[in-house]
């Protein structure tokens, strides 16, 4: 450890180091950071805070290029859930993420894109960008496509997925991505519910040496979709696929027909702009709406100030598209920014572990941005893997989950070098960009912590039992926000009610977040994790509802309750209690059959890591299954069920820890 990466230990009470940003990341800066120092922070984030209408303003007009101004910063509240911001403001999402930049600099790099071979990948200029970008919105046009429609977009990680998101956006239409690896039925869900018209689509995706049938998956996901009149295939591998004439079209065949520059659509402030879908506690997942100037000024923002992006940087986020970290900080903002962004097609272990590093290396990255289950992975395999030089790097990001203390201090210190920043950046695809988050170059960071608010973000700690916030330092409880910010999510498409009950109802007045969190002495926060039912698995958020509804589908299943368990790979990992029908026979068979029955019905990284066939379930009186005594057993603490008296039949208990303890 270098004296100047590390600051005398000033949380003694808490003994946790502090970080300050490291002399050498500042002593390779271009120039330096936007943000001069600390209390630089402190004093813009009071202005967001009690004139929060000046700073966005302000803000909004620096960072974003408006076909017309707007008159309102912001209307309407979180306890009503109406919020908006900006609406008279006009703009276009593609305008300002590839024109902008062209017109100043065609030969600038827009995509840097490492195919999943090493060496197969290419450039992207934003003069090519452009000419790509407004063919595809001629063809779109063309295939029926209006302002305001649901486009579906199903791609790998290749410039195409870039290029299909913001033709969808200049000719005004609404992107909904379903992340390549949802099954076909988790695809038509996505398909049906969000109202696409057209789906955008591959014929094979390639990842880490195996394909992926992207095209077979949206054919029978289509099946059930009679809405849907067009799919436009791009041919990544040349597999033979099948076509549905009048309604399949070739992306390659269709962009020749069309001229290299379209106008784009004026589009208000507050129309949507994307569609996304997460899990949450119950039901379906839901389909997050968000809208134009307000999501991408939270881009921008974030991109500017967290990562302190600078001209000429170049910036690799390891995130799939399929995700908010792949919208956000894959495409919107390194492009609304004008830099160059790295999309990455493989795996960190493909061809092996050295894979991130080596890009990182080649391509002279300055700010590189990924989940911590990666590099609990990387950080396993050995530091050897960790060879390459990586001299421009500056900044480490970490997003998705809680980051332990020694994987945030192998990042700095092996992946870094002790040159590089490291942000642990904590948000939601609700939240549309970071809201708690070191500021690169700026913020001192306690590994574990998400460190202080963003601008215009003010964090409450909540007590979940009163409902009644908690004010001071060294609090613990649910965390909530007490105003709007501009990139917050304005609805859940097609169930306002929904959005109402999930976020805004909970505790009037406030976002709630669905996490638990607590604010030391030093008014850091520590995120906790899910209070609801929702189980993290490398990042990717799951619903256990969503996952026992999958299982019902069984005909075998009578019964299930799905928990997530501590993982040191992935987290948490899925664990599922089957109770099956009195006329089959448990076997393993029967449990392999369960799993491939969640990897069809959603997707392969949902598929439950364990699954124990029990007689029964752990119920109340009332039927309510006891997940909680489910966690303990699993969690070796038989010990500390609690009162089990209250179960319609207390017996099943002890049968239940006697399956776990043989299957282990
Ligand atoms: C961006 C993203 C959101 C949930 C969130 C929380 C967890 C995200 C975190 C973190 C601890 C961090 N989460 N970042 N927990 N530290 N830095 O991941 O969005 O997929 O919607 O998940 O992820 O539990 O509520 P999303």
Request: charged fraction near 25%.
């Given at each position: 450890?270098?004296?100047?990466?590390?600051?005398?230990?000033?949380?003694?009470?808490?003994?946790?180091?502090?970080?300050?940003?490291?002399?050498?990341?500042?002593?390779?800066?271009?120039?330096?950071?936007?943000?001069?120092?600390?209390?630089?922070?402190?004093?813009?984030?009071?202005?967001?805070?009690?004139?929060?209408?000046?700073?966005?303003?302000?803000?909004?007009?620096?960072?974003?290029?408006?076909?017309?101004?707007?008159?309102?910063?912001?209307?309407?509240?979180l306890a009503n859930g109406d919020v908006a911001w900006f609406p008279e403001g006009q703009l276009n999402a593609a305008y300002n993420c590839v024109d902008r930049h062209a017109f100043k600099d065609p030969n600038k790099v827009a995509i840097?894109?490492?195919?999943?071979?090493?060496?197969?990948?290419?450039?992207?200029?934003?003069?090519?960008?452009?000419?790509?970008?407004?063919?595809?919105?001629?063809?779109?046009?063309?295939?029926?496509?209006?302002?305001?429609?649901?486009?579906?977009?199903?791609?790998?990680?290749?410039?195409?997925?870039?290029?299909?998101?913001?033709?969808?956006?200049?000719?005004?239409?609404?992107?909904?991505?379903?992340?390549?690896?949802?099954?076909?039925?988790?695809?038509?869900?996505?398909?049906?519910?969000?109202?696409?018209?057209?789906?955008?689509?591959?014929?094979?995706?390639?990842?880490?040496?195996?394909?992926?049938?992207?095209?077979?998956?949206?054919?029978?996901?289509?099946?059930?979709?009679?809405?849907?009149?067009?799919?436009?295939?791009?041919?990544?591998?040349?597999?033979?696929?099948?076509?549905?004439?009048?309604?399949?079209?070739?992306?390659?065949?269709?962009?020749?027909?069309?001229?290299?520059?379209?106008?784009?659509?004026?589009?208000?402030?507050?129309?949507?702009?994307?569609?996304?879908?997460?899990?949450?506690?119950?039901?379906?997942?839901?389909?997050?709406?968000?809208?134009t100037g307000g999501y991408l000024l939270g881009a921008a923002m974030t991109g500017k100030y967290v990562f302190d992006i600078h001209d000429g940087d170049k910036y690799f986020c390891g995130g799939d598209v399929g995700w908010i970290t792949?919208?956000?900080?894959?495409?919107?903002?390194?492009?609304?920014?004008?830099?160059?962004?790295?999309?990455?097609?493989?795996?960190?272990?493909?061809?092996?572990?050295?894979?991130?590093?080596?890009?990182?290396?080649?391509?002279?990255?300055?700010?590189?941005?990924?989940?911590?289950?990666?590099?609990?992975?990387?950080?396993?395999?050995?530091?050897?893997?960790?060879?390459?030089?990586?001299?421009?790097?500056?900044?480490?990001?970490?997003?998705?989950?809680?980051?332990?203390?020694?994987?945030?201090?192998?990042?700095?210190?092996?992946?870094?070098?002790?040159?590089?920043?490291?942000?642990?950046?904590?948000?939601?695809?609700?939240?549309?960009?970071?809201?708690?988050?070191?500021?690169?170059?700026?913020?001192?960071?306690?590994?574990?912590?998400?460190?202080?608010?963003?601008?215009?973000?003010?964090?409450?700690?909540?007590?979940?039992?009163?409902?009644?916030?908690?004010?001071?330092?060294?609090?613990?409880?649910?965390?909530?926000?007490?105003?709007?910010?501009?990139?917050?999510?304005?609805?859940?498409?097609?169930?306002?009610?929904?959005?109402?009950?999930?976020?805004?109802?909970?505790?009037?007045?406030?976002?709630?977040?669905?996490?638990?969190?607590?604010?030391?002495?030093?008014?850091?926060?520590?995120?906790?994790?899910?209070?609801?039912?929702?189980?993290?698995?490398?990042?990717?958020?799951?619903?256990?509802?969503?996952?026992?509804?999958?299982?019902?589908?069984?005909?075998?299943?009578?019964?299930?309750?799905?928990?997530?368990?501590?993982?040191?790979?992935?987290?948490?990992?899925?664990?599922?209690?089957?109770?099956?029908?009195?006329?089959?026979?448990?076997?393993?068979?029967?449990?392999?059959?369960?799993?491939?029955?969640?990897?069809?019905?959603?997707?392969?990284?949902?598929?439950?890591?364990?699954?124990?066939?029990?007689?029964?379930?752990?119920?109340?009186?009332?039927?309510?299954?006891?997940?909680?005594?489910?966690?303990?057993?699993?969690?070796?603490?038989?010990?500390?069920?609690?009162?089990?008296?209250?179960?319609?039949?207390?017996?099943?208990?002890?049968?239940?820890?006697?399956?776990?303890?043989?299957?282990?």
């Amino acid at each position: 450890m270098s004296e100047e990466g590390k600051a005398p230990v000033v949380a003694e009470a808490h003994l946790v180091d502090t970080f300050h940003p490291p002399q050498k990341m500042l002593e390779k800066h271009p120039s330096k950071p936007h943000i001069g120092s600390i209390e630089e922070y402190q004093q813009l984030y009071k202005q967001s805070i009690t004139e929060p209408e000046k700073f966005w303003a302000q803000k909004a007009r620096e960072l974003l290029t408006w076909q017309r101004d707007f008159e309102t910063v912001r209307s309407g509240t979180l306890a009503n859930g109406d919020v908006a911001w900006f609406p008279e403001g006009q703009l276009n999402a593609a305008y300002n993420c590839v024109d902008r930049h062209a017109f100043k600099d065609p030969n600038k790099v827009a995509i840097i894109y490492e195919a999943d071979e090493p060496g197969e990948g290419r450039n992207l200029t934003y003069g090519e960008l452009l000419r790509e970008v407004s063919r595809v919105s001629y063809v779109l046009k063309r295939m029926g496509v209006r302002k305001g429609d649901t486009v579906a977009v199903y791609l790998p990680m290749i410039p195409e997925a870039l290029i299909a998101l913001l033709a969808i956006t200049r000719v005004g239409a609404v992107h909904s991505v379903v992340f390549a690896g949802f099954s076909a039925d988790s695809l038509r869900d996505r398909v049906i519910d969000g109202q696409s018209k057209v789906v955008i689509t591959s014929d094979e995706g390639k990842r880490g040496g195996k394909l992926i049938g992207t095209k077979k998956i949206v054919d029978d996901a289509l099946k059930q979709c009679p809405d849907v009149t067009g799919v436009l295939v791009f041919k990544r591998t040349g597999a033979d696929v099948p076509f549905t004439p009048g309604r399949d079209l070739w992306w390659h065949e269709e962009v020749q027909k069309w001229p290299s520059y379209i106008a784009p659509e004026a589009m208000n402030s507050e129309d949507p702009l994307f569609l996304l879908y997460t899990s949450g506690s119950t039901g379906k997942p839901k389909g997050v709406m968000h809208t134009t100037g307000g999501y991408l000024l939270g881009a921008a923002m974030t991109g500017k100030y967290v990562f302190d992006i600078h001209d000429g940087d170049k910036y690799f986020c390891g995130g799939d598209v399929g995700w908010i970290t792949g919208h956000t900080y894959v495409v919107y903002a390194p492009l609304l920014l004008g830099v160059s962004t790295v999309v990455f097609e493989g795996t960190p272990a493909y061809p092996n572990f050295s894979r991130y590093w080596d890009i990182i290396d080649q391509h002279d990255i300055t700010q590189f941005y990924v989940a911590p289950t990666a590099l609990r992975l990387l950080k396993r395999a050995g530091d050897d893997f960790v060879k390459a030089r990586m001299p421009k790097l500056r900044v480490l990001g970490s997003v998705g989950e809680p980051i332990a203390a020694e994987v945030w201090k192998w990042y700095f210190e092996v992946v870094g070098k002790e040159e590089a920043h490291v942000v642990d950046t904590y948000w939601q695809t609700e939240t549309g960009s970071n809201v708690i988050t070191p500021l690169a170059g700026v913020t001192p960071t306690k590994p574990g912590s998400a460190s202080l608010p963003f601008f215009g973000i003010e964090p409450a700690i909540i007590d979940p039992v009163s409902g009644d916030e908690i004010h001071g330092n060294d609090v613990e409880g649910v965390l909530a926000f007490k105003q709007p910010w501009p990139s917050m999510a304005r609805t859940v498409w097609g169930a306002h009610k929904r959005y109402m009950e999930t976020y805004l109802d909970v505790y009037k007045g406030y976002y709630f977040t669905g996490d638990g969190a607590g604010r030391d002495h030093e008014g850091f926060y520590w995120i906790r994790g899910r209070v609801d039912d929702v189980v993290n698995v490398s990042g990717h958020r799951l619903s256990t509802a969503e996952i026992e509804a999958a299982l019902i589908e069984h005909h075998a299943v009578a019964e299930s309750a799905v928990v997530g368990v501590a993982d040191e790979l992935t987290g948490q990992a899925v664990n599922a209690f089957v109770a099956i029908n009195k006329s089959v026979e448990a076997s393993d068979a029967l449990r392999k059959e369960f799993i491939l029955q969640v990897r069809r019905s959603i997707g392969p990284f949902a598929a439950p890591k364990a699954v124990y066939i029990v007689p029964d379930l752990p119920k109340t009186r009332s039927g309510k299954i006891m997940r909680r005594i489910l966690r303990k057993i699993l969690a070796g603490e038989e010990d500390q069920l609690g009162d089990i008296t209250t179960l319609s039949d207390p017996s099943v208990v002890d049968k239940i820890i006697t399956i776990v303890h043989e299957a282990k």
